[in-house]
Structure formats: C-alpha cells, structure tokens
C-alpha cells in the first residue's frame, strides 16, 4: 500500500493507494466520519438525479441508458468502498510513477467519467443533428 510502479512507461502507473478525498480533494480537510456523511449525501443525490433522467429517457435511447448505468455503477462502487474500508482505494495513475500532481483514480472513476462524456457526446449530437434538420435545403 501506498506505492506506484510503472506499468506502461510513463502513461499509466500501478498504484494501492487510498484515496483520502474525492475528486479535486473534495471533504480533504473533514474528519473520517464527516467524509463518510459527506460522500453518502452527495451519492444520494447523484443517485436520485441519475434515477429521474432514466425515467425521463425516450425508448430507444441505449446510449443514454448506458452512460447513465456507468455513472451509477462508478458511484455504487465508490460507495462501497467507502463504506467498507472507510476510503476509496485507487489503483491506476496517469503518467510517471513519481509524477505527485497528476491523479490517481480506479475503475469506478472511469465508469464515472466515461459516462459523463458519453452523455455530453450524446447531446452535442443530437444537437447538431436537430440543428441541421432545421436548415433550409436548396
């Protein structure tokens, strides 16, 4: 525990780190318990928020629902994490392994993530797809 080893050159490293805050340091400076309050509070919302953009989508939209699965799988995991070892424990690490300033994160937060872009990909889309059958033709 707390070490980082290479795995690919300097891209990504191996790591068995726990991760004392959330993401960009969120609750760093809260006792244990207050981090623990904090984060399940936080998931609670994002959980109810994500449940009603579900129920909100039009059949047919597998994207959304996925991306929507990923985010909700990402906090589930975390919160597991939380709970049972009382932080959240990362394990990748993006570039060297002696880089501090660049972050270490685990597949929850990539699930997280991805599916935050996905959806934002999927806007932007259907955006430009809404906006282009607007235009005039000829």
């Not at 070490?3 to 191996?14: S, T, W």
């Not at 990923?70 to 002696?98: E, Q, W």
């Not at 872009?117 to 430009?128: D, F, Q, W």
């Amino acid at each position: 525990v707390g070490e980082r080893v290479p795995f690919l050159g300097d891209l990504i490293g191996l790591a068995h780190l726990p991760a004392a805050s959330g993401a960009l340091g969120l609750f760093s400076d809260w006792s244990p318990n207050a981090q623990l309050v904090g984060f399940a509070g936080l998931s609670l919302i994002a959980v109810t928020i994500i449940v009603s953009f579900y129920r909100g989508l039009a059949p047919g939209e597998h994207g959304s629902a996925a991306a929507l699965g990923a985010i909700l799988g990402g906090i589930g995991r975390n919160c597991v994490d939380r709970f049972r070892l009382g932080t959240g424990l990362d394990f990748l690490h993006l570039g060297p392994a002696s880089a501090e300033s660049l972050p270490d994160f685990n597949f929850a937060d990539v699930a997280i993530v991805l599916g935050v872009v996905t959806l934002i990909v999927e806007l932007l889309a259907t955006e430009m797809a809404a906006r282009a059958s607007e235009r005039p033709r000829g």
